[in-house]
């Protein structure tokens, strides 16, 4: 049995009772907007999976998925569309990153069902081409949580906060990526108290 205490600093229902505190402060549009953001996402992906550098949605997925650290949405569109257009990486973007988007066809030969869906890149990545049962914990979601982003390293911890954003998501009726893209809204638009 996972020890959420010992790993995280919280107990289960702390961390499932910080996520739905921030739930509940989301607007009804906040929630239309959280309930349509992956579903935009994969818009995009299609869009992306037309274009040169690019063979498929999961492809687009992981090059999206793959940009996202430390970049604001705008700038990770651009840097995705930047890439499927040129096969080139984009200023103003980790190499970090840029050697993730070259993993998906030097590591995992294109392969999407080779990725695990454990960790963040994957788990956006399978968001994005329409998973919505996968659960991206990012350092807004850690926020969220009421954890340090740092022991997502720890064992099993990815895995656990991502049960407990699924937890929720079952109690308020939505999907677990869903559950992550309300409360993501919420806090980066500074409401979460």
């Given at each position: 049995m996972f020890d959420y205490k010992a790993k995280t600093?919280?107990?289960?229902?702390?961390?499932?009772?910080?996520?739905?505190?921030?739930?509940?402060?989301?607007?009804?549009a906040m929630i239309a907007q959280g309930v349509e953001w992956y579903r935009e996402a994969r818009d995009l992906a299609e869009e992306m999976s037309h274009m040169e550098y690019v063979h498929s949605i999961e492809h687009a997925a992981w090059v999206i998925a793959a940009l996202s650290p430390r970049s604001f949405w705008s700038r990770n569109v651009k840097a995705a569309l930047h890439y499927a257009a040129t096969g080139e990486r984009a200023s103003g973007i980790m190499s970090r990153s840029f050697n993730k988007v070259l993993a998906f066809e030097n590591e995992y030969q294109g392969d999407f069902a080779n990725l695990a869906k454990s960790g963040k890149t994957p788990a956006f990545a399978a968001n994005i081409a329409g998973d919505e049962s996968a659960v991206t914990v990012d350092v807004w979601a850690c926020r969220v949580a009421g954890i340090d982003e740092r022991v997502l390293n720890r064992a099993g911890v990815y895995n656990a906060v991502a049960q407990c954003f699924t937890n929720v998501a079952i109690a308020n009726g939505v999907t677990p990526a869903q559950c992550q893209a309300i409360t993501w809204i919420v806090q980066r638009n500074g409401r979460a108290q």
């Amino acid at each position: 049995m996972f020890d959420y205490k010992a790993k995280t600093g919280l107990s289960q229902e702390d961390i499932e009772a910080n996520i739905q505190r921030v739930f509940d402060q989301a607007t009804p549009a906040m929630i239309a907007q959280g309930v349509e953001w992956y579903r935009e996402a994969r818009d995009l992906a299609e869009e992306m999976s037309h274009m040169e550098y690019v063979h498929s949605i999961e492809h687009a997925a992981w090059v999206i998925a793959a940009l996202s650290p430390r970049s604001f949405w705008s700038r990770n569109v651009k840097a995705a569309l930047h890439y499927a257009a040129t096969g080139e990486r984009a200023s103003g973007i980790m190499s970090r990153s840029f050697n993730k988007v070259l993993a998906f066809e030097n590591e995992y030969q294109g392969d999407f069902a080779n990725l695990a869906k454990s960790g963040k890149t994957p788990a956006f990545a399978a968001n994005i081409a329409g998973d919505e049962s996968a659960v991206t914990v990012d350092v807004w979601a850690c926020r969220v949580a009421g954890i340090d982003e740092r022991v997502l390293n720890r064992a099993g911890v990815y895995n656990a906060v991502a049960q407990c954003f699924t937890n929720v998501a079952i109690a308020n009726g939505v999907t677990p990526a869903q559950c992550q893209a309300i409360t993501w809204i919420v806090q980066r638009n500074g409401r979460a108290q």
